[in-house]
């Protein structure tokens, strides 16, 4: 692959990034508040703070399947590294060791945390207030996460099309 074609490709997986994140934001912002949920808040929310709640939920999912499924791979490549056919354990082990991210299992609790609020049983509610304030932590982790990524991405000069 042609060098301005990685370059496109890291540039794409960075608005992706970039959009999930200020949506997801959003989100948070307008329902933390409510953090951290009770049954009893959890039961008086409005069909408009619900929403925000399923925003969130959705954009976390997005941003944290495509940091990991387009920006990791994107970023990697660019910088010369071989992904092709590496398992993702692997690829986040290379990541941590440029120090692209920081510790490979904060972001496997991310993809725990995924699985678990996008997989809600709506009827058992304790469990579904319990993913939601898993969320509320994880969120700021992926935020954090994000953040770092950027700040790498800046201090190196790496060229994209932002």
């Known amino acids: 692959m042609e060098k301005w074609e990685i370059q496109d490709k890291l540039s794409e997986a960075i608005q992706l990034c970039s959009i999930h994140?200020?949506?997801m934001t959003f989100a948070h912002n307008n329902i933390k508040k409510h953090f951290p949920l009770s049954m009893d808040n959890y039961l008086t929310l409005q069909a408009v703070e619900l929403?925000?709640?399923d925003q969130l939920i959705f954009r976390f999912s997005k941003m944290q399947d495509s940091m990991g499924n387009k920006l990791f791979p994107a970023i990697l490549e660019y910088l010369g590294e071989d992904?092709?056919?590496k398992p993702f354990i692997d690829q986040l082990s290379k990541l941590e060791e440029l120090n692209i991210i920081t510790n490979t299992n904060d972001w496997m609790l991310l993809c725990e945390t995924r699985n678990i609020v996008t997989h809600e049983y709506p009827f058992i509610t304790d469990d579904v207030i319990q993913g939601l304030n898993l969320l509320h932590t994880h969120y700021?982790?992926?935020i954090k996460i994000w953040e770092?990524?950027?700040?790498y991405i800046n201090q190196r000069n790496?060229?994209?099309k932002i």
């Open 83 to 85: 992904v092709k056919g």
């Open 148 to 151: 770092h990524i950027l700040k």
């Open 21 to 23: 994140s200020e949506r």
């Open 140 to 142: 700021l982790l992926l």
């Open 51 to 53: 929403s925000f709640f």
């Open 158 to 160: 790496i060229s994209t």
